[in-house]
Each structure stands twice: as structure tokens, then as C-alpha cells.
């Protein structure tokens, strides 16, 4: 399945738009607190578990919206965008959802 951050295609045309489709991962306050406790992996001020993490979670949202595109049918999702939020007691989870819109393209 095509998915791409841009609205237009240059080489496809969009034959169908059905809607908005999404996907989100919540990544909970134990995977920080393991993350931080792994402190020692930063180097040069980035840490490879924690992006590590935010790789896993992005990658399970868009594979979320992917599946629910599918499912009504589209064979591309066009315009999509990632958000990153932190929600809970004090920030203590993170929470990457993807969002587009479904299309049938050919």
C-alpha cells in the first residue's frame, strides 16, 4: 500500500477519496523509565533505545492506519501526517498517532 505524506502523486491518479483512517501506539511509563534507566546509551546527546521506542510506536501507528485503509477498501493513504504527544499524570506516556486520508489510486 502507497502511503505518502503528500496530497498530489505523479505517478498515479486518485480515482476514489474515502476518508480519514488513523492509527496511534501509546508507548506507557515503564518503556521511560527503562529507557532512562538505560542512560548510559546516549551518545553525542541521543539516546538508540528511546529512538529505538519511538520507531517501534510510529511504525505500529502507521501500519494501525494502513490496516484500517484496507479494510474500507483503499489501496493508498495520501497526506499523511505523525503527531507525537505526551498525555497522563504528568506527561508520563507518549503517544504517536498517523493520520491520511484512504484513496483508491490507479
Known amino acids: ?5 503528500t496530497s498530489a502523486l505523479d505517478n498515479a491518479k486518485v480515482v476514489k477519496y474515502i476518508g480519514l483512517v488513523s492509527g496511534e501506539a501509546i508507548l506507557g511509563a515503564n518503556i521511560f523509565r527503562d529507557l532512562f534507566a538505560g542512560i548510559r ?3 553525542g546527546g ?8 519511538l520507531r517501534k510506536a510510529k511504525e505500529i501507528a502507521v501500519q494501525e492506519m494502513q490496516q484500517q485503509a484496507a479494510s474500507l477498501g483503499a489501496n493508498a493513504v495520501i497526506g499523511v501526517d505523525l503527531d507525537y504527544e505526551t498525555i497522563g499524570n504528568g506527561g508520563s506516556m507518549l503517544m504517536v498517532s498517523a493520520s491520511g486520508t484512504a484513496v483508491v489510486i490507479e
Not at 500500500?1 to 505524506?5: A, E, G
Open 1 to 5: 500500500m502507497l502511503v505518502t505524506t
Open 41 to 43: 546509551d546516549i551518545v
Open 46 to 53: 541521543r539516546s538508540a533505545a528511546y529512538e529505538s521506542e
